[in-house]
């Protein structure tokens, strides 16, 4: 054999070990993160905003990180996802809604509190704020995982569909049989709103309008006209009552593991990935808004009014739910309430100052 053969046949053999090397070197870690969404571009903000965290972080550390998602629940329920992520070893990373969030990390449940906001800006400036941060970091002793923001939960603000009436004034709630999350807080909000409430898994919700075992439900505009409740029930009101949204965690003990510089590539990719999400929801949950207008047989804006009147019946019977039943500090809630008032506050007074003056 020629010597330049023998040089060539020793350069092919070794070529599978050279691109094996090659891969082993391009990804040194791995982030799977799980959601309940599906893996649609158009009809959710929280799939967009994941693959283009995914984009991000994969470019930033060179593909030392790669990240895999995983949507529609193909792995799991949210909280069989949370447990998983817990460990860190087979899912990283997920998205949950409040009331499951809740089950880790029971401070969460305060975010449930009726008519917490006024605008989506007051909602994205709380969460996305220093405070609300610092208010979450417990997530890391108390569930091991890391918190990295909050999305909303299908555009934030929701709207009640019922089959009974158009609900123009909490007096037309009274005698309501409203099928709510399996979330105690939902339950409390609407019994003192003079509706009865009946917690049913969301796999049950579309046979309960159906047979009757519920007169109505509520979830945000764009989760009425994606999953057809006007087939189910003919009239919708905007109240926006319940601000649903849903946190975004890691697991720590991962988290940990790597190194400096992909943990700032994954925390600032995250904190775009969010921001981008937030302009989406209110764009989805607008659109479908005016589609629900369109078809269901009636639907009604509540005007600030009758909510603020709404939310002074509310409020007081949540707040007693969630220190005397829910067992949260009292002073705790409180301080949740008046940072979310003053971020308004200051939103407010800001734009007078720099765009009124």
């Known amino acids: 054999m020629k010597p330049t053969q023998s040089f060539l046949m020793a350069?092919?053999?070794?070529?599978?070990?050279?691109?094996a090397s090659a891969t082993a070197q391009a990804q040194s870690y791995e982030m799977v993160i799980a959601t309940q969404l599906p893996e649609d571009m158009r009809n959710n903000?929280?799939?967009?905003?994941?693959?283009?965290f995914k984009n991000l972080v994969e470019a930033r550390t060179d593909g030392d990180l790669e990240v895999?998602?995983?949507?529609g629940g193909q792995l799991g329920s949210e909280v069989e996802n949370g447990s998983e992520v817990q460990g860190?070893?087979?899912?990283?990373?997920?998205?949950?809604?409040?009331?499951?969030?809740?089950?880790?990390?029971q401070d969460y449940q305060a975010v449930t509190a009726p008519f917490l906001f006024t605008s989506w800006r007051q909602a994205w400036s709380f969460f996305d704020s220093e405070w609300f941060a610092d208010f979450m970091s417990g997530t890391v002793e108390d569930a091991s995982m890391r918190y990295l923001g909050t999305f909303d939960d299908g555009g934030g603000f929701v709207a009640f569909t019922n089959n009974v009436r158009l609900i123009e004034t909490m007096e037309d709630l009274e005698g309501l049989n409203?099928?709510?999350?399996?979330?105690?807080a939902h339950v409390a909000i609407m019994r003192s709103l003079g509706a009865s409430a009946t917690p049913l898994p969301w796999g049950e919700l579309i046979t309960a309008l159906e047979t009757g075992l519920a007169d109505g439900q509520f979830n945000a505009p764009?989760?009425?006209?994606?999953?057809n409740f006007d087939a189910v029930t003919d009239y919708t009101t905007l109240t926006g009552h319940v601000y649903n949204s849903a946190p975004w965690v890691v697991s720590e003990s991962w988290y940990q593991s790597l190194p400096e510089e992909h943990q700032q590539a994954l925390i600032s990719s995250a904190r775009e990935a969010i921001q981008l999400s937030h302009g989406m929801s209110g764009a989805l949950a607008t659109a479908s808004w005016v589609e629900s207008c369109e078809r269901f047989e009636a639907c009604y804006l509540m005007p600030d009014a009758e909510r603020e009147r709404?939310?002074?019946?509310?409020?007081p019977a949540w707040q007693e739910w969630i220190v005397n039943d829910f067992g949260m500090d009292e002073a705790r809630v409180q301080g949740l309430l008046d940072e979310v008032e003053r971020v308004g506050q200051q939103l407010a007074d800001d734009d007078l100052r720099i765009y009124g003056q």
Not at 12 to 18: C, E, G
Not at 88 to 105: D, E, K, P, V
Not at 178 to 184: D, F, S, V
């Open 222 to 227: 764009v989760l009425n006209t994606t999953f």
């Open 45 to 52: 903000e929280i799939y967009p905003a994941l693959v283009h």
């Open 88 to 105: 860190g070893r087979t899912l990283q990373s997920t998205i949950m809604s409040a009331g499951a969030m809740s089950s880790f990390y």
């Open 11 to 19: 350069a092919m053999a070794a070529l599978p070990l050279a691109i």
């Open 310 to 315: 709404m939310a002074e019946v509310a409020r």
């Open 178 to 184: 409203i099928r709510t999350e399996e979330n105690p």
């Open 68 to 71: 895999t998602i995983f949507g």
